[in-house]
């Protein structure tokens, strides 16, 4: 079983540094897009596992930036909801297995990489800083 790591985020630790957002969606983009980068498909095993653990590190890294400004929103609101429950979703992502029903490793990656698509499109709605 994988061991989780939660970082607390970025401005309680007073890291000044923004997220990468674009390094995570190109990630993302290497498990989801197919088209995205051509030769790189198909993946083999080292690779798969490479990208799975960068995502891994990534939701690791966004998921509590989200849920902070995810607080912020109005309690009872439908869009504090909404992002709180994508936080949840792609941490629950985190503690999954990979299992043959559900596509094996190959798939476990993908259902993280779109948890992470989502986080970082909320991280942008709600105003999170990139890097540059």
Known sequence: MATTITHPPAAETGDPRPLDIEL????VNRLLDPDAVPEALP???EDLETLTATVRGHIQLLAPEVE????KLKAGSIHRYTVLSSV???E???????SPRYGGPA????????????????????GGRHAR
């Open 92 to 98: 629950s992502r985190l503690e999954a297995e990979p």
């Open 43 to 45: 993946l083999s095993r």
């Open 88 to 90: 949840w979703e792609a």
């Open 107 to 126: 798939g476990h990656a993908r259902r993280l990489a779109r948890a992470l698509n989502a986080l970082c499109d909320h991280y942008e709605n709600l």
């Open 24 to 27: 995570m969606r190109e990630t």
């Open 68 to 71: 902070a400004a995810a607080r």
